[in-house]
């Protein structure tokens, strides 16, 4: 079982950059892909952002490519997702998850890819 916990959330005004954080509870290789996804009110959770175990490979929507990235720090054991010039549809609820396969591609942007998930962290930003 792996476990998840996100942090650096908060409110910040359109343009503003936040810097989320998810730590895992073990590095083995049951987490061979970490990704990020957020869920605003009334839709569905959408993917944001994965990275390989290593760090090498990444993937984003198009609704972030180019504002966010993200990042593995293996200092702290973390899975790190910089967000720069937010916009209000940015808010939401940020998502870590953390999937046993490894993606290539466009592959790796379902839920239903990802066996482990955290608690979420609200994002919002106000215009």
């Known amino acids: 079982q792996v476990q998840l916990v996100e942090a650096g959330g908060g409110l910040v005004q359109a343009g503003a950059s936040l810097r989320l954080s998810c730590a895992a509870s073990?590095?083995?290789?049951?987490?061979?892909?970490m990704a990020w996804f957020r869920q605003a009110p009334g839709k569905e959770r959408e993917f944001i952002a994965r990275?390989?175990?290593?760090?090498?490979?990444?993937h984003y929507a198009d609704s972030v490519k180019g504002r966010f990235t993200i990042s593995r720090d293996k200092a702290k054991g973390t899975v790190d997702l910089q967000m720069n010039t937010l916009k209000p549809e940015d808010t939401a609820v940020y998502y870590c998850?953390?999937?046993?396969?490894?993606?290539?591609?466009?592959?790796?942007?379902?839920?239903?890819?990802?066996?482990?998930w955290g608690q979420g962290t609200q994002v919002t930003v106000s215009s």
């Open positions: 998850a953390a999937g046993r396969t490894i993606y290539a591609g466009v592959a790796g942007m379902s839920t239903n890819d990802y066996d482990y």
């Open positions: 073990t590095r083995t290789f049951t987490t061979a892909t």
């Open positions: 990275i390989n175990r290593s760090g090498s490979i990444t």
